[in-house]
């Protein structure tokens, strides 16, 4: 099956971060690649605008110690 568009698709996925990283705001960006052409082109309104998006951010000041 392929995606269509309007689908959305829920993917729990872990990252785990460097304990040095340093406080702060991280954008979360994504992208798509296949093992043929590696990274896929991102467009918006027909438009190449890179191969990846940002889809949120991650605040890292609100948070003395992180958990593991």
């Given at each position: 099956?392929?995606?269509?568009?309007?689908?959305?698709?829920?993917?729990?996925i872990?990252v785990?971060?460097?304990?040095?990283l340093?406080?702060?705001?991280?954008?979360?960006?994504?992208?798509?690649?296949?093992?043929?052409?590696?990274?896929?082109?991102?467009?918006?309104?027909?438009?190449?605008?890179?191969d990846?998006?940002?889809?949120g951010?991650?605040?890292?000041?609100?948070?003395?110690?992180?958990?593991?």
């Amino acid at each position: 099956h392929l995606w269509q568009p309007g689908m959305n698709l829920a993917d729990l996925i872990s990252v785990p971060l460097p304990e040095e990283l340093a406080n702060g705001e991280y954008s979360v960006r994504v992208g798509l690649y296949t093992a043929e052409d590696g990274r896929l082109p991102v467009t918006q309104d027909g438009a190449p605008v890179g191969d990846a998006v940002t889809i949120g951010a991650v605040d890292l000041r609100c948070c003395p110690a992180r958990l593991p």
